[in-house]
């Protein structure tokens, strides 16, 4: 298994271009997750998904959008790149069944918007 | 809403020194989870522990303990003897627990505390 992929590793964007950071688990999970991370706020969740079709916003929303066609991709939109959006990304996945276990995280996107 | 806080900033050490890194949390829900993650220079975000709120035990893993007091709302983290390799920023987390016993895993995390061991 490859758990968690991110692409791409490291992106440089100019103020008001659009990308697509990509995240993919191959673990059958249910549940996948945004997070940033910012200096000296520790990681804040962006949006989440509980199943494909499903989406809901986490505390940061603004300036994102995501969609989940499917159990195994869940993509992070940015439309039009702002500087307050350079950060480090990180996507996760875990299965719902049960008690919840190991949050995995993948190995993130650092972003920098001129 | 949730809140978690690391009160430490930043912490240095020497090596073989015992190091504790605090965490308080706040949140209204009666059950809940509580995680410590590393995340070494590398950037990865590396899973430490689970603590579910309604086992205050301790434990003990290695090196590595924690002292959860659901009465201070802490959940603190002690590396004994520190390494060089213990070097890392360190991130305290908590999730709710929903109806059912599950959870979503939505994490609420500290600001993280930098850690630096020097040899």
């Known amino acids: 298994n490859a758990g968690v992929t991110q692409t791409p590793k490291f992106q440089v964007l100019k103020t008001g271009q659009s990308m697509t950071l990509q995240c993919a688990q191959d673990?059958?999970?249910?549940?996948m997750s945004w997070y940033r991370q910012d200096p000296g706020m520790g990681l804040r969740l962006i949006h989440y998904?509980?199943?494909?079709?499903?989406?809901d916003q986490g505390e940061v929303p603004n300036g994102y959008n995501v969609s989940r066609s499917t159990t195994e991709d869940f993509p992070l939109r940015l439309l039009s790149a702002a500087p307050s959006q350079t950060s480090v990304y990180f996507c996760?996945?875990?299965?719902?069944?049960?008690?919840?276990?190991?949050?995995?995280f993948g190995p993130g996107t650092r972003l920098t918007v001129l | 809403a949730q809140k978690v806080t690391q009160a430490q900033t930043e912490i240095s050490v020497v090596e073989k020194e015992d190091v504790t890194l605090d965490c308080v949390y706040e949140t209204r829900d009666t059950t809940y989870y509580l995680f410590w993650y590393k995340q070494p220079p590398s950037g990865e975000l590396v899973f430490l522990i689970r603590r579910n709120s309604f086992d205050e035990q301790n434990e003990i893993s290695g090196r590595y303990s924690w002292n959860f007091q659901k009465s201070t709302s802490s959940f603190n983290f002690t590396i004994t003897a520190s390494q060089v390799v213990d070097s890392a920023v360190y991130f305290c987390a908590l999730s709710e627990i929903y109806a059912g016993g599950t959870s979503y895993g939505k994490l609420t995390f500290g600001q993280g505390t930098i850690l630096t061991v020097h040899p």
């Open positions: 673990m059958n999970h249910e549940y």
């Open positions: 996760a996945s875990r299965g719902l069944a049960g008690v919840l276990g190991e949050q995995f």
């Open positions: 998904s509980v199943g494909a079709g499903i989406t």
